[in-house]
């Protein structure tokens, strides 16, 4: 164990909020965890509450109960998997591996890779078939406590001491966000509308800005958000709550629509309004997760437009490229991490990213 002889004594017992089920998450004291060979003890400086956070505490059959889709959360977890922390303990192994010490700043990748199974041996190790991600698997517990272990599989990043911790744990989105705009292939003549100016939105934004596409178009209906997606990078915003979108980005392309769409709202609405104006051979990027399912009219897809429409999950190999944005200062992180909140009050939090109105990224400080 390094930094054995400065370290204060660790304290036995943490706070920590635990997921028992639906809307069933309570603050506890816990056992801090202790690292096993090869991993590394972290002080959690603060952690982001995600939609994919609120899903789960909601209950939705994606992950209690319903049996045609992957369980991705279990009961008896710690949520958070977007974070950032202090490493006070780790062994050599675990030190040379990731190239850290003791009172380094760190992230670490939302996902732990099996590093066994196809997805990983091809390095499409964000697909994963055993899908570890913090916070939702016993295996890996998340951020929303004291303490917290990156296992050995872990992919763990530095990240500068000189940012706030709420900044610091923005990386896990912006990676999200920059990998959906690395999938949507920009090149420099596109039209590029981005859906929904929240934390992913907004990323999206300032990522398909720095392709330096002809024209990048945020879409949202609150005129505070469309204001930051322009300081994000956006050459023009629509409010699509006093303008028709479809209209107005055919009539800036001389009827033609979109070369590309990126979805982060989350609403089904924006599935259609976006088949909808982008031009023919566009490309769709989905990133969002749905409360419900969306119904369009396929043919759009095929028999009109033969678009391209494709997924996007977690953000693989964008890690270091989010790091180095938020690190630049070029985002106005002050704005985009609306509102930071003790541990305590993650039900508070929970209810802040629910209503979505007041608030961008809600995070907690343990
Ligand atoms: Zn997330
Ligand atoms: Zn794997």
């Known amino acids: ?28 004291s816990v056992p801090v965890p202790v690292p096993g060979p090869g991993e590394a003890l972290v002080k959690v400086e603060a952690v982001g509450i995600c939609a994919s956070d609120l899903k789960c505490f909601h209950g939705a059959a994606k992950f209690w109960g ?26 050599g192994e675990a030190a040379q591996r990731w190239g850290i010490v003791v009172g380094d700043r760190v992230v670490s990748e939302q ?30 517990p998340g951020a929303m406590a004291e303490f917290m272990l990156f296992p050995r599989d872990a ?19 912006l990676s ?50 469309l204001d930051l997606a322009l300081e994000c990078g956006a050459d023009l915003v629509i409010d699509i709550g006093s303008e028709d979108a479809v209209e107005r980005v055919r009539a800036l392309t001389d009827g033609y629509g979109a070369d590309v769409y990126l979805e982060a709202t989350g609403h089904p609405s924006a599935v259609g309004q976006g088949l909808n104006l982008l031009r023919k051979l566009g490309t769709y990027v989905e990133y969002s997760v749905f409360g419900s399912d969306v119904t369009v009219d396929w043919s759009i897809i095929s028999d009109d437009k033969e678009l ?35 541990l305590a009050e993650f039900e508070k939090g929970l209810e802040l990213v629910d209503s979505g109105k007041e608030s961008i990224k809600v995070s907690l400080i343990p």
Request: glycine share 8%.
């Open 1 to 28: 164990m390094s930094g054995e002889n400065d370290a204060p004594a660790m304290p036995d017992t943490m706070r920590a909020v635990v997921c028992h089920g639906p809307l069933e998450y309570r603050l506890e």
């Open 66 to 91: 319903d049996e045609s889709r992957p369980a991705w959360a279990e009961t008896d977890v710690v949520p958070g998997h977007e974070f950032v922390g202090t490493v006070v303990e780790l062994d």
């Open 111 to 140: 996902i732990v890779p099996c590093r066994q199974c196809r997805y990983c041996l091809d390095g499409k190790y964000w697909m994963c078939q055993r899908h570890d991600i913090y916070g939702f698997k016993r295996r890996t």
């Open 155 to 173: 992919l763990v990043h530095k990240i500068s001491a000189d940012v706030p911790p709420a900044h610091a744990a923005f990386a896990e989105p």
């Open 176 to 225: 999200c966000a920059l990998h959906a705009v690395e999938r949507a292939d920009i090149h420099f003549g596109d039209v590029v509308v981005v859906a929904g100016c929240g934390p992913i939105g907004l990323g999206m934004v300032a990522g398909a800005k720095s392709k330096n596409p002809e024209l990048v178009i945020a879409l949202d209906l609150a005129p505070d958000k």
């Open 308 to 342: 391209d429409v494709r997924g996007a999950h977690l953000g693989p190999h964008c890690w270091p490229a989010a790091i180095r944005m938020i690190e630049s200062g070029r985002l106005p992180m002050d704005e985009i991490c609306s509102h930071q909140l003790p």
